[in-house]
């Protein structure tokens, strides 16, 4: 009876769902409106999207297994899509039926049954949330993170299957026993550009086999692996994705300020971070690859935490080129920021990218981002829309879960 309770009230939420992502357009920055930060060689480029936590409560977790994640973030999808590498921190495990105690129990299938699929203090997430991180347009995630060992080595192993069967890129973690190989290498028409993943720490959880890479306690092994693969034949740039901060603070703390510093003089073209749920500064440091980024902090990309400045978050946009000054290497052309915002002014919360015309809590986000980020330009007044989207994000209704009628609500949820 409730496979076919889990088969009406799933093709009742499709029904009710909207349809119209297939038509959306992709959209991308003006180029002209991206300040010049280095000189480029040819005209070729890698543009990459680079959005925070997802980090998925109660109130988010119920609506996106229940309607998709699309009913979402959504409006994010046409940038998302249109970058050719779009990047996000997927925090917390992905192990199918391995409960918050470690037990090896059935898969519920994609619902909060508060059992399997968590929230804080331990999160755990159905793969189906995977699938909709690549329909959304992601094509590599961050698994170094606090929440990385939510369901201990167990999970991190599961996590790290589901993603690969997925086809979905991660960097930052490694299978017990395997070479320190933390890199990600993604190919480009410039050459590979290189991702490395990071955290502070896995809140306390022991990591038996010293399967995450920690930016501060192995940062020797962090600097090391920037210097190496960018001097490695092949690879065009590096990227550092570091999970650090003080949590809520739109302040760099000092040891994030000497790490990035490091980072850009290892020879990374950029460093974008995570972890504090709200943005922090972006600036321009000079290194080997030229002018280097440093943000901070993007924010949160998706999280149930209501407070402006948690649901405020930074969507980097960066255009790659190819250095003038060394061959088969990349420097970034420049970079800016889209802001995305969690609206809560309907009866559900929707991610929205608020632009020049915004009004209410969407403008007093881009004010927020505008007055922290900086050293980067809001680019939402310049975006180029065209085409169609590679597709819908596709359900299979009768596999939907059985779930409430009346979704929770959704107020500042706690955990980092």
């Given amino acids: 009876m409730q496979s076919v309770v889990a088969g009406i009230v799933g093709a009742i939420l499709a029904l009710v769902a909207p349809t119209a992502l297939s038509a959306q357009p992709l959209c991308r920055p003006d180029p002209a409106a991206i300040a010049a ?11 990459m999207a680079v959005v925070g936590d997802v980090l998925l409560h109660r109130p988010l977790a119920w609506r996106g297994y229940a309607r998709g994640f699309d009913t979402l973030w959504g409006n994010t999808q046409p940038w998302l899509r249109a970058a050719d590498i779009a990047i996000a921190n997927l925090e917390g495990p992905v192990a199918p039926g391995l409960a918050r105690d470690g037990r090896r129990l059935p898969d519920p299938g994609p619902v909060f049954d508060d059992v399997v699929y968590t929230e804080y203090p331990q999160f755990n997430y159905h793969p189906v949330l995977i699938d909709a991180l690549r329909a959304a347009g992601i094509d590599l995630v961050t698994t170094a993170n606090n929440h990385a060992l939510d369901r201990g080595p167990a999970g991190l192993a599961d996590t790290m299957d589901a993603l690969e069967a997925r086809g979905m890129a991660f960097t930052g973690t490694i299978r017990a026993g395997a070479r320190r190989d933390f890199v ?75 790490l990035a ?13 995570t972890h504090p749920h709200v943005a922090q500064p972006v600036e321009w440091q000079p290194g080997p690859a030229g002018q280097a980024l440093v943000a901070y902090s993007t924010g949160n990309f998706l999280a149930g935490q209501a407070e402006l400045p948690r649901a405020s978050g930074l969507m980097i946009w960066a255009e790659i080129c190819a250095d003038p000054r060394r061959h088969g290497r990349a420097v970034l052309a420049g970079a800016g920021y889209l802001p995305t915002h969690l609206d809560l002014s309907g009866a559900d919360p929707v991610l929205v990218m608020p632009g020049p015309d915004a009004t209410g809590t969407g403008a007093q986000a881009r004010a927020l981002l505008a007055r922290v980020a900086g050293g980067a330009h809001d680019l939402s007044g310049a975006a180029r829309c065209s085409g169609a989207a590679r597709g819908p994000v596709q359900r299979d209704v009768g596999a939907a879960p059985s779930a409430p009628a009346t979704p929770p609500a959704l107020a500042d949820q706690a955990g980092p």
């Fill in 37 to 47: 930060r280095n000189a480029c060689a040819g005209s070729a480029r890698v543009s």
């Fill in 184 to 258: 990600r290498r993604v190919p480009s028409p410039l050459g590979a550009i290189a991702f490395v993943g990071c955290t502070y720490g896995t809140n306390g959880i022991p990591d038996p086999h010293a399967q995450v890479l920690l930016c501060h306690a192995q940062r020797g092994e962090l600097l090391a692996a920037v210097r190496t693969e960018a001097a490695r034949p092949g690879t065009a740039g590096v990227v550092v994705l570091p999970h650090w901060g003080q949590e809520y603070s739109h302040r760099p703390t000092a040891a994030q300020r000497a």
């Fill in 261 to 273: 510093g490091d980072l850009v003089a290892a020879g990374a073209l950029a460093v974008i971070g």
